[in-house]
């Protein structure tokens, strides 16, 4: 794997980090910060992951794989907004879905997505060089 690669993920790991130590392990922040406020950096975390896989995932043989990083991450930013402006606009959300979103949100933020990219872009290299 390129030095690319490990810097994309160390900071991915680390802005897992914070934000798991920040706001899942430690209950005093959770109930200190206003739930809009919560919403606000949790959304603007997935952006910041999304824009470090954007840069720092590099598909040479694989391209599409670029496209589908793009569409996982946009097809969740959509549904989370979706869900999110439900909750503050029209009425909160039952515990279900808001526990759904939070599953949503983890994948995106979390290292393993985009690992398992580069994996499967490694895999791919290794299967278009068997061909040739």
């Known amino acids: 794997m390129p030095k690319q690669f490990w810097r994309g993920l160390i900071i991915v790991v680390i802005l897992y980090t914070i934000y798991y130590i920040s706001f899942i392990e430690t ?6 910060v206003p ?4 919403h606000l950096i949790a959304f603007v975390l997935l952006f910041s992951v999304y824009i470090t896989g954007v840069y720092h995932l590099t598909f040479k043989q694989a391209s599409w794989m670029k496209s589908l990083w793009h569409f996982i991450h ?3 930013f959509i549904i989370l907004v979706f869900f999110g402006l439900y909750d503050w606009i029209i009425r909160e959300l039952p515990l279900g879905i808001k526990l759904t979103l939070i599953d949503i949100n983890e994948f995106l933020i979390g290292p393993t997505l985009y690992v398992v990219m580069a994996i499967l872009d490694k895999f791919f290299v290794k299967q278009k060089g068997n061909n040739i």
Do not use: H, P, T
Not at 27 to 32: D, E, M, Q, V
């Open 27 to 32: 209950k005093y922040l959770y109930i200190n």
């Open 35 to 38: 739930r809009k406020l919560r």
């Open 74 to 76: 946009i097809g969740g």
